[in-house]
């Protein structure tokens, strides 16, 4: 399929997301961001765990963008029931820690950013920007 029937709507934006549709399937593009369709989920099992591990890196997001932005990590763990997911949140804890990400600099957690390409618009969504003391990021 080289070509898609159906125009991209007015002020569409192209994300990660959409991109990585495009490339994978340009069906599924065309049905979920052309047609607007919900794309049916395949019930299997891969996919149903696939589908678990998605869910559980959004929780992550979720706790770090807090954490991110002031919360304190105490008041975050109570929140983490999942044993793996507590085991990245660990992890992250660790590694926040060793960065001395709290003491000097800005950061900026799910910081959007876009951009004009020819009629449409580039969005991109960072999980987190840092910016030191000397204005590095």
């Excluded at 490339?23 to 049905?31: A, G, I, P």
């Excluded at 109570?78 to 709290?102: E, G, H, I």
């Amino acid at each position: 399929m080289d070509a898609l029937p159906v125009a991209l709507p007015v002020g569409f934006q192209f994300s990660q997301s959409s991109l990585q549709d495009y490339t994978d399937c340009r069906r599924r593009f065309q049905l979920r961001y052309l047609q607007q369709l919900a794309w049916p989920a395949v019930q299997s099992e891969p996919a149903l765990e696939h589908e678990r591990f998605m869910e559980r890196g959004s929780r992550f997001h979720r706790l770090a963008r807090q954490l991110l932005s002031g919360l304190p990590s105490g008041q975050l763990e109570p929140l983490v029931q999942d044993p793996d997911l507590l085991d990245w949140w660990q992890a992250f804890l660790d590694f926040t820690r060793q960065q001395n990400f709290f003491a000097a600099g800005a950061l900026y957690p799910e910081h959007g950013l876009s951009a004009s390409l020819g009629e449409y618009r580039l969005v991109a969504q960072y999980d987190l920007i840092h910016r030191t003391e000397s204005g590095r990021l």
